[in-house]
Structures are given as C-alpha cells and as structure tokens.
C-alpha cells in the first residue's frame, strides 16, 4: 500500500470575518475580500487538489497561510466530500491571524494527538503544528511537523535575506529541539540510564528504536534547502550521518573523544535530517520584487522514514513539486506576454505560479492585463508518496 502526501502555502486564505488577534485587516468585504471571492478562491484551490495523485487527491495534506478550521474544511469538502477529516485546528498566535494545518483520509488515518509549539521572538510567529497519526493499514506511526517560517521580507517591504535570516535560524533551532524531543529519549527519563549507554543492549535497542521513529517535516520554510538555517541549524540535508544507528554514532563518538561518557555524547548529538528536495530541480515559489525562484517549500524526514525501518518508507522518487495547471503560462494566452511592456509579462515568467488575484478597493488593484478572481496561490505545492510495509 502506498499514500500520498502534500504541502500547499495557500497565499492568504482568510475568512471574511477577521479574528480576534488578526491585525490584517486587508482581507475584509469593505476592502474587497467578499464572500464570493472567497468561494471562487477555494474553487480554485480545489482543482489541482483533486487530480494532484494520479487524478485523485493526496491522502494527506499540509497547509498553510489559512485562517480558521472552517476554511480547513470548507476547502478539503470542495476537494473531496466526506473524504478528509482535518486534524484538531488550533489558533496560533500570529499577528496576521494565519496558521499552518493537516487534513488527512479518514479511511487511511487515525490521528491519535496534536500540539502546536508556539514560537515568540518579542512577538509571536507562526506556531509549528505536531500530528501523531497511525496507519490503519499496519498500525505504523507518522509524526508530521507542518512549518511556516518568518518570512523574507524585512522592514519597509526591503527584500534582503540576511535582514531577517536571524529569525529563521532560531525557528530552525526550535524545530530541531522539537525533533530531538521526538527522536531521543527525554533528559528526564536519560538521567537514570547509565553512563556507559553501549554497554547493554538493552539500552542501545531503546535508544535505536526512538531514534528511527517516522518524522515528516513539511512546510514553506522561506529558505532554499542549502540555506544555513536549514542546513546547518536544522541539520537537514544529504548527509552520510543520516544514514548511520545510533549506537554507531556514539561509538565513533567515544572513540572521538574518550574524557566524555556515552551518555553526554548522546545529550549533545544533534538529530540529523534528510531533506527530500536535495537534489530536486526546479523551484515552487517566485518573487517579483527580486525577480528570483526559490525552492522554499520542502519535506524533510528522519532516518524512520527514509530507510524504512518502522514499516513506513518515504519514496523519494516520487517527490516533486506539483505546478501542472498552476503557473501563468498554462492560464494566460500569448498576449500577456510582452518582452518590452512593462504592464504585461516577460515570456521568461511563463513558468511561475499563477497567483490569485481580486478587486481590491483602496489597497491597489491588479495589473490592468489581470482578470479578478483567477489564479491559485503564489506557490506551486509539492507532493510525494509513502509506502505502508508490512
């Protein structure tokens, strides 16, 4: 058995009504932002949902840049009715009002817990959302981790990366503490192993078998996979460590550097991570002000799921970012695109992400050679596949 999974940045998928802590009030009737766009939003959202696997939808599906469990819901019945159940919603606590979410097939899932790990510099950011589900199909335990980080965009809409990179390193740093707590055993619980860890193989199996747990990260992290906060910080990457037991690690470790014990090599080892989208071509997301492609949005997963040791195996061939339908080239006719006309596109931009587009009253509105209340979002999402082993 095989299911599919999927990660989508819905760009701006608010409900109507503001909640309690947004202060974007730019998404509101009087600006706009009516009911009837955003049922025509959801539309189109919807279609490339449907036919993503094989002309079905995925089985599992992150989201972010959504506003209420409603929308969650609203959208995976326009998908496919009866089919997704959405993952307990909770409200973050970002400025904007926006977070990140999971709808899975009832029929494939059952989702047995959630957290959501709130994320504050001196104001709060999107929370990171935690789903414990099992696999009916045999009894296998996935742990998603669906992220948005902070995004690139500094002060006065400046777009230097290295202005808010800071941010995004110490939510790469969250993230990994997370994925620690998931893949190590608790310094509450590690305090009353003994120092000398390899010395029985009772605690070299418990060890291994926390270790090799399945974690899937997805999310749109605003950093390419080389970046240094996904790389260095995260430790997520193509790395000959990810291949590697525990207890194998720590042997080497020991013979490293004899003065510390097993036991402190192991609080200070790192969780090494492989990034699916490595050596993946292409990109998902396209900036205008910097004219760049960028390939932000991501799966990540642990030693588990990678190897297949604990009877789910992510197949990475089958990893790619989905933009079938989705970029403008496939939704707009030549005429749109001028070399020399600065209101009208460059034939270079063919590929991008068709993005989604409404009147707009008192905040701008869309480029003369635009229709309302067409496009998607301003990234392509990205799909792959897990195999169920017996």
Not at 219 to 235: E, Q
Request: proline residues 5%; charged residues 30%; contains cysteine.
């Amino acid at each position: 058995m095989e299911f599919s999974v999927a990660f989508w940045n819905l760009q701006n998928l608010f409900d109507v009504n503001s909640g309690e802590i947004a202060t974007d009030l730019e998404f509101i009737p009087e600006k706009g932002w009516t009911r009837e766009v955003l049922d025509k939003k959801i539309e189109n959202l919807s279609k490339p949902l449907k036919i993503m696997n094989n002309g079905n939808p995925p089985d599992l599906i992150g989201f972010c840049e959504i506003e209420s469990e409603k929308l969650a819901r609203d959208l995976s019945e326009k998908v496919r009715p009866d089919y997704f159940e959405v993952a307990k919603y909770i409200d973050g606590s970002d400025i904007r009002g926006i977070d990140t979410c999971l709808v899975y097939a009832k029929d494939i899932f059952d989702c047995i817990e959630t957290k959501s790990f709130r994320i504050n510099f001196r104001y709060p950011t999107r929370d990171i959302f935690l789903a414990k589900l099992r696999v009916r199909q045999n009894n296998a335990e996935l742990l998603v981790l669906v992220n948005h980080w902070p995004s690139r965009r500094g002060k006065k809409d400046g777009f230097d990366q290295y202005d808010t990179e800071f941010s995004r390193c110490m939510v790469a740093e969250n993230c990994g503490k997370i994925v620690d707590d998931l893949l190590k055993i608790p310094f509450a619980e590690l305090k009353y192993l003994p120092h000398d860890i390899l010395s029985d193989k009772r605690y070299t199996n418990m060890i291994n078998d926390r270790w090799n747990k399945n974690v899937l990260l997805m999310g749109d992290f605003n950093d390419d996979p080389f970046d240094k906060s996904i790389s260095k910080y995260l430790r997520a990457k193509n790395d000959r460590d990810i291949y590697a037991e525990l207890n194998e690690v720590l042997e080497i470790l020991r013979n490293t550097d004899r003065e510390k014990t097993d036991k402190q090599h192991y609080l200070e080892h790192t969780t090494p991570l492989y990034n699916c989208m490595w050596n993946l071509s292409g990109f998902s997301y396209y900036h205008w002000r910097s004219n760049s492609t960028n390939l932000f949005d991501q799966f990540m997963i642990s030693r588990g799921l990678l190897l297949g040791i604990q009877k789910l195996k992510m197949n990475l061939e089958n990893v790619r970012v989905f933009n079938e339908g989705l970029s403008i080239g496939d939704n707009l006719s030549n005429d749109y695109f001028v070399p020399k006309d600065p209101e009208r596109y460059h034939p270079a931009q063919t590929g991008i992400p068709m993005t989604f587009e409404y009147l707009r009253n008192n905040a701008g509105r869309i480029p003369k050679h635009r229709l309302p209340t067409t496009g998607f979002s301003d990234h392509f999402p990205i799909f792959g596949t897990i195999e169920a082993l017996p």
